[in-house]
């Protein structure tokens, strides 16, 4: 149920890597860098990261394989993370939170209710991302590729109408989350902690009845049968990367380290698009399935005391994840790209009436 339970879950935060070529071409490399995936193949997703490995093993003229274990089979992030320090893999693809385990700093851009729409987090992480990597080479990591994993909403079995009904509320965090956390405290709500692979049980006893993911997350886990309800107003926008340890990435020529990060760049908005694909297939079926969208009016106080709070939630992961100096810069750049893009008010919502 557990080896399950992760393969699933490549579904939901579509984790980022690079697809097992051959073992006769993975044997013949020079370098055969191993990496670990949640993602089974099969998805869209997948497609994309086959095409990544076919052209890195046919431009690099073989100098470089990738052997990827895929769907879980090398544990969680958690797990990956201990088997690269051990020195039994040599990196994979990520979500936030196992990115943080590296680089909290990392997890600025994915603070609640700050971004409105794609081309928002595109701008800001855009302009965040030689820090990023400066950091992970620091740490001695090399980024291969960014990308967003889509925007999370909340999935209910009674409609959150109110802070009074949302608290009555049996809410999942992700067991030692900090964002997740630090939102809750600031809202009054003690959620209960919870690893991924427990949380499909946890609907079907009543332990939880509340849960964030994206669309296709509901769907690929079949929280949605659990559900009545989800909110149209999103929270988040879940982080992605593919990294590898720098001690195998410096055995690669440098023509070939040039070629890999120009195909990988090129391929990681390709990932992006299939992501996209996937959610808004899974919002139809969501729709079709019954499930009711909650519409909220962003006016409204209760939902300027949700804003408020997951203010308040940032300000106190000052120290603890990022700098007050990257924060503000964070922030500064969302109102930079406002400035300059007037037009593009976009919300990425569900409840297209507010």
């Not at 997890?107 to 209710?113: A, K, L, M, N």
Request: glycine residues 6%; charged residues 25%.
């Amino acid at each position: 149920m557990k080896r399950l339970s992760y393969t699933i879950l490549a579904l939901v935060i579509t984790s980022l890597a690079v697809c097992l070529p051959p073992a006769a071409a993975a044997q013949d490399a020079t370098v055969v860098i191993k990496m670990a995936t949640l993602a089974p193949k099969g998805t869209a997703v997948a497609k994309a990261f086959d095409e990544l490995a076919n052209q890195i093993r046919e431009k690099t003229h073989g100098e470089v394989a990738f052997k990827t274990y895929w769907g879980g089979v090398q544990g969680d992030e958690k797990d990956v993370m201990r088997k690269i320090k051990l020195g039994q893999l040599h990196g994979g693809g990520f979500m936030g939170p196992g990115l943080g385990l590296i680089v909290p700093e990392v997890r600025v851009t994915e603070i609640p209710y700050v971004f409105r729409n794609y081309d928002e987090v595109g701008y800001v992480r855009k302009k965040l991302q030689p820090e990023m990597n400066r950091l992970f080479e620091k740490q001695g990591y090399k980024v291969l590729g960014w990308m967003d994993l889509g925007f999370v909403y909340t999935f209910s079995k009674e409609p959150l109408t109110d802070l009074a009904v949302a608290r009555r509320q049996k809410w999942w965090a992700l067991e030692g989350e900090p964002i997740s956390q630090a939102v809750y405290q600031a809202l009054d709500i003690s959620p209960v902690s919870l690893s991924i692979s427990d949380v499909a049980t946890s609907l079907s006893t009543n332990l939880i009845d509340c849960a964030n993911s994206t669309p296709f997350g509901a769907v690929a886990f079949q929280w949605y049968t659990k559900f009545r309800y989800m909110t149209g107003y999103p929270s988040t926008n879940i982080l992605g990367a593919t990294i590898v340890k720098k001690d195998i990435w410096d055995r690669i020529s440098p023509s070939s380290q040039k070629t890999i990060l120009d195909v990988a760049a090129a391929q990681h908005l390709k990932i992006e698009k299939a992501t996209r694909y996937e959610d808004a297939k899974s919002i139809d079926l969501l729709l079709k399935s019954g499930i009711t969208i909650v519409k909220y009016d962003i006016r409204d106080k209760e939902m300027l005391y949700v804003f408020d709070a997951s203010k308040k939630a940032r300000e106190s992961l000052v120290g603890r994840l990022y700098s007050r100096g990257l924060l503000d810069r964070t922030m500064a750049l969302v109102e930079e790209y406002r400035k300059s893009h007037p037009a593009d008010a976009t919300v990425i919502r569900l409840d297209q009436g507010q």
